[in-house]
């Protein structure tokens, strides 16, 4: 599935496990890190010259809401002046990631309240 939501909405969505930033918990608290990547500068200029060509990845276990992949374009979009995202429930190509656990098991698609 695919949608719009709004990126404060993401921000206070959770976040996997990051080896960098281990007490985040939130999405708005991974974001400065990601900023520090090396390929951020570049990502930040594309996005405003072209806008944000892949929809953000957000799964959902146990009933809440995780952001699972797209962290680094959260950020750009928030940098860049961009109030909302196109999210999708899986990644546009499942065969790359066969052995994500958040595709599987307890982890169900997100479907945000009408």
């Known amino acids: 599935m695919l949608g719009y939501i709004a990126v404060a909405d993401v921000l206070d969505m959770l976040t996997p496990d990051d080896d960098d930033t281990p ?3 939130y999405v708005r608290d991974v974001l400065d890190h990601k900023r520090t990547s090396e390929h951020y500068p570049e990502l ?4 405003r010259a072209e806008g944000i ?9 146990n009933g809440r809401p995780w952001l699972v992949d797209g962290h680094h374009r959260v950020a750009a979009a928030l940098d860049a002046g961009i109030t909302h995202l196109v999210w999708s429930d899986l990644p546009l190509e499942v065969e790359d990631r066969p052995h994500n656990p958040m595709l599987r098991g307890e982890w169900g698609p997100y479907r945000p309240a009408a």
């Open 23 to 25: 007490d985040a918990l």
């Open 44 to 47: 930040l200029e594309e996005i």
């Open 53 to 61: 060509a892949l929809p953000v990845m957000i799964r959902t276990l």
